[in-house]
């Protein structure tokens, strides 16, 4: 079975910084993050693939920054300029095929 752990959620003012990491309890191909915010739809953030080759969405781009480890089964997503708009539940996901895994989901909350 496959798990997906975040953590690093949390209250920031905008701004600021925050990191966020997922445990997996292992690695795939392509490992993402995706968002979504009260009434909206699921979106993409960011992903990553075995070879490092990056996606992000277009309201991330310069500010976020993804990255993976996979001696420790880790992702982390470095969150910079942080702005109201980018307040959401932030979920790990990990793509092999046509299977898709998600992780619980971690709130971040970003004060103007």
């Known amino acids: 079975q496959v798990q997906l752990v975040e953590s690093g959620g949390g209250l920031v003012q905008a701004g600021e910084s925050l990191r966020l990491s997922c445990e997996a309890s292992?690695?795939?191909?392509?490992m993402a993050w995706y968002r979504q915010a009260l009434g909206a739809q699921r979106e993409l953030v960011a992903e990553?693939?075995?070879?490092?080759?990056?996606e992000y969405g277009d309201s991330v781009k310069g500010r976020f920054t993804i990255s993976r480890d996979n001696a420790k089964n880790m992702i982390s997503l470095q969150m910079n300029s942080l702005k109201p708009q980018d307040t959401a539940i932030y979920f790990c996901?990990?793509?092999?095929?046509?299977?898709?895994?998600w992780g619980q989901g971690t709130q971040v909350y970003v004060s103007s």
């Open positions: 996901s990990a793509r092999a095929g046509v299977y898709q895994y």
């Open positions: 292992q690695m795939f191909g392509v």
């Open positions: 990553i693939t075995t070879g490092g080759t990056t």
